[in-house]
């Protein structure tokens, strides 16, 4: 396999330094998020932990052995009528933007989700000028 073309896998705790720094981007950079101050290391693991722990779905984009991107799918809210429905978060780093890879990423979150017998998938853009977010939810439903 070339080392252009994306490998999507679940996520491992070794895959945090880099899962950081993408997020960190993001919160320094945009408003795609709702944090001010980029959690550290510890606090993103901590967080993919809590994740596992209720059996949701973590995955990253492989290219070359970096991590490209990552996406996971989390609880919506924790009232009883949403017991099917999750929250999902995808994030690309910034040099590999444009190539296709939050499509990959979603598309095989909503299929790990939709197996695991979740029936509706909340996108919580934080960015209402974020339009590459608003699209791909868009184009995938």
């Given at each position: 396999?070339?080392?252009?073309?994306?490998?999507?896998?679940?996520?491992?705790?070794?895959?945090?330094?880099?899962?950081?720094?993408?997020?960190?981007?993001?919160?320094?950079?945009?408003?795609a998020s709702f944090e001010i101050v980029p959690p550290d290391l510890a606090e993103m693991?901590?967080?993919?932990?809590?994740?596992?722990?209720?059996?949701?779905?973590?995955?990253?984009?492989?290219?070359?052995?970096?991590?490209?991107?990552?996406?996971?799918?989390?609880?919506?809210?924790?009232?009883?009528?949403?017991?099917?429905?999750?929250?999902?978060?995808?994030?690309?780093?910034?040099q590999y933007l444009g190539r296709g890879l939050g499509r990959e990423l979603l598309g095989?979150?909503?299929?790990?989700?939709?197996?695991?017998?979740?029936?509706?998938?909340?996108?919580?853009?934080?960015?209402?000028?974020?339009?590459?977010?608003?699209?791909?939810?868009?184009?995938?439903?």
């Amino acid at each position: 396999m070339s080392d252009d073309l994306p490998t999507i896998r679940a996520a491992r705790t070794d895959d945090f330094a880099e899962i950081q720094a993408i997020y960190a981007h993001y919160v320094a950079n945009s408003l795609a998020s709702f944090e001010i101050v980029p959690p550290d290391l510890a606090e993103m693991v901590r967080r993919y932990d809590s994740i596992r722990a209720l059996d949701f779905p973590y995955l990253v984009a492989e290219i070359g052995g970096a991590v490209a991107g990552y996406a996971y799918a989390g609880t919506y809210r924790a009232r009883a009528a949403y017991d099917y429905a999750v929250e999902d978060s995808v994030y690309i780093s910034p040099q590999y933007l444009g190539r296709g890879l939050g499509r990959e990423l979603l598309g095989a979150l909503i299929e790990i989700c939709t197996t695991n017998g979740y029936r509706r998938m909340i996108a919580v853009i934080g960015d209402s000028g974020n339009l590459p977010s608003i699209n791909l939810h868009l184009a995938l439903g």
